[in-house]
T-cell receptor
Framework: DVKVTQSSRYLVKRTGEKVFLECVQD?????MFWYRQDPGLGLRLIYF???????EKGDIPEGYSVSREKKERFSLILESASTNQTSMYLC?????????????FGPGTRLTVT | LAKTTQPISMDSYEGQEVNITCSHN???????ITWYQQFPSQGPRFIIQ???TKVTNEVASLFIPADRKSSTLSLPRVSLSDTAVYYC??????????????FGSGTRLLVRP
């Protein structure tokens, strides 16, 4: 069974803090993704990584950066947290080359910025 | 990149068959159609994926007409535990830097006793 874990389920940070969200997958998947989910907006892609040290901007990358130094780990960084980054953050991973092209999601991190 | 349109919400009763239709008018030749299910406070979970005609697994069926501009997720005999948000996605698998999927707003299914 694929497992995607996220470092925290709940996180409270202050405006201006640097925030690190960690995601680890145990299935040697090439692709990893970071989404945020807000009521009425569904899931929106922030960044994705198609392999180690590779990254691509998604639809809403502003205010975020990512790091993928090892295949199993994909980190989302909020350089200076703001209240409009309060959201549910979901990480996912996917095997690149074979169908079904299924993304496996972690349980999510609910971040509150005060 | 293909966008999807699906109903915001649907109601049903236990034991009924539920069909959720998604339109994707600008689907590309090599796009797959995928459906996910999400419960509160959990990440989305893969249900089914197809390219054309009909696909069936142990939980659902996916019907895709010849023009592939729409697709229908069919849930047979729903139960209360099927109450969730369902997302339809179209996108390409197996590519590198240009690959991404866009989740729409989803369909909130409520199953009543």
């Amino acid at each position: 069974d694929v497992k995607v874990t996220q470092s925290s389920r709940y996180l409270v940070k202050r405006t201006g803090e640097k925030v690190f969200l960690e995601c680890v997958q145990d299935m040697d998947h090439e692709n990893m993704f970071w989404y945020r989910q807000d009521p009425g907006l569904g899931l929106r892609l922030i960044y994705f990584s198609y392999d180690v040290k590779m990254k691509e901007k998604g639809d809403i990358p502003e205010g975020y950066s990512v790091s993928r130094e090892k295949k199993e780990r994909f980190s989302l960084i909020l350089e200076s947290a703001s209240t409009n980054q309060t959201s549910m953050y979901l990480c996912a991973s996917r095997l690149k080359t074979l169908p079904p092209y299924e993304q496996y999601f972690g349980p999510g991190t609910r971040l509150t910025v005060t | 990149l293909a966008k999807t349109t699906q109903p915001i919400s649907m109601d049903s009763y236990e034991g009924q068959e539920v069909n959720i239709t998604c339109s994707h008018n600008n689907i590309a030749t090599n796009d797959y159609i995928t459906w996910y299910q999400q419960f509160p406070s959990q990440g989305p979970r893969f249900i089914i994926q197809g390219y054309k005609t009909k696909v069936t697994n142990e939980v659902a069926s996916l019907f895709i007409p010849a023009d592939r501009k729409s697709s229908t997720l069919s849930l047979p005999r729903v139960s209360l535990s099927d109450t969730a948000v369902y997302y339809c996605l179209v996108g390409v698998g197996g590519m590198d830097s240009s690959y991404k999927l866009i989740f729409g707003s989803g369909t909130r299914l409520l199953v009543r006793p």
